[in-house]
């Protein structure tokens, strides 16, 4: 597909897209530090098949959009504290501004209404539009997310160590790098289904070819860390909704899922036995097929009405 990059909420976002155009849309929004290219070739011509207009971007601070490369490395220890103490950390967007950047894209790009789908950071950015833009959105699907409910359990320890600890640059040590990569990426997949190796490595390559930024990253996390309880919000959504979560997923364990589905008025929540917090292609059937029953659900409800 031919990327394209045009202004939405005073950044540049990159983006390309798949299946007809005067169909209804789909917008997929990645994860933490991960590009558009995590939401693969394959699935997105799987939704297309469906008969959906399907377009995935970067985020701000990731791949080919807007990077804020300019304000200083984060500092996790002083964010940590500043949150402790109540107090507000200095940081230069918040997971708002990128759910804005989400309603921006379908302006610039004159979509009136969506079905949003969101991974990981990603789903709460879904959320917040779900909740804060409740006329663009068609239905909402959250996968592998969580509710910002604070008194939810934690990621496994070495998890957070693996995600926090800086990894080698690849310009100059890319076997480390991949190493490094490779290794969290195995750490956090599911015990169901098969790692690939090498399509973990061609993905990341592809990523760091892209673009590399590791303080986008920190950035991206610093805007999670102050984004606080969503449940109040997500109580307020109307779109119909599907929260999708692995049982394996030892980054935001399944309660974070129950707890997602449990606040959203009406949803669904699917749980999948083996999947981690990753979406393996063995799956993709699975998970499309759950995004166009919740799509679908609303036009049932209407005709059964």
Same mark, same amino acid.
């Given at each position: 597909m031919t990327q394209k990059i045009l202004k939405a909420n005073g950044v540049d976002l990159a983006y390309d897209s798949f &299946?007809? !155009? /005067?169909? !209804? /849309? *789909?917008? $997929?929004i990645p994860g933490l530090g991960t590009q558009m290219i995590r939401w693969t070739t394959p699935f997105c011509l799987d939704l297309a098949a469906r008969g959906y207009h399907v377009i995935r971007f970067d985020n701000r601070d990731a791949g080919c959009s807007t990077h804020f490369s300019h304000h200083p490395a984060l500092d996790f220890s002083a964010l940590a504290s500043a949150l402790m103490s109540g107090q507000r950390p200095d940081i230069p967007y918040t997971l708002n501004d990128m759910a804005k950047d989400a309603i921006g894209l379908l302006d610039a790009l004159s979509i009136d209404r969506a079905h949003f789908a969101g991974r990981s950071m990603g789903g709460m950015i879904a959320q917040i539009v779900a909740s804060e833009h409740p006329e663009r959105v068609l #239905?909402? /699907? #959250?996968?592998? =997310? =969580? #509710?910002g409910n604070p008194a939810l359990p934690q990621a496994a320890p070495d998890v957070m160590a693996m995600m926090t600890r800086p990894a080698p640059n690849p310009a100059e040590d890319e076997a480390g790098f991949l190493?490094? =990569?490779? #290794?969290f990426a195995r750490r956090v997949a599911g015990t169901g289904y098969p790692f690939d190796e090498d399509d973990y490595r061609a993905l990341i390559l592809e990523e760091v070819r892209r673009a590399y930024d @590791?303080? &986008?990253?920190?950035?991206q996390i610093a805007a999670i860390a102050v984004s606080g309880d969503r449940r109040q919000r997500l109580a307020t959504i109307t779109a119909p909704a599907l929260v999708i979560h692995g049982a394996d997923d @030892? $980054?935001?364990v399944p309660a974070c899922g129950k707890d997602t589905a449990a606040a959203i008025p009406g949803a669904e929540f *699917?749980?999948?036995? &083996?999947?981690g917090h990753d979406l393996p292609p063995r799956l993709y059937k699975a998970i499309v097929d759950g995004m166009e029953r919740v799509a679908r659900r609303d036009r049932k409800q209407d005709q059964s009405g």
């Open positions: &299946g007809d !155009e /005067t169909a !209804e /849309t *789909m917008l $997929l #239905s909402l /699907t #959250s996968i592998m =997310s =969580s #509710s190493a490094h =990569s490779l #290794s @590791p303080g &986008g990253f920190g950035r @030892p $980054l935001f *699917m749980l999948i036995d &083996g999947m």
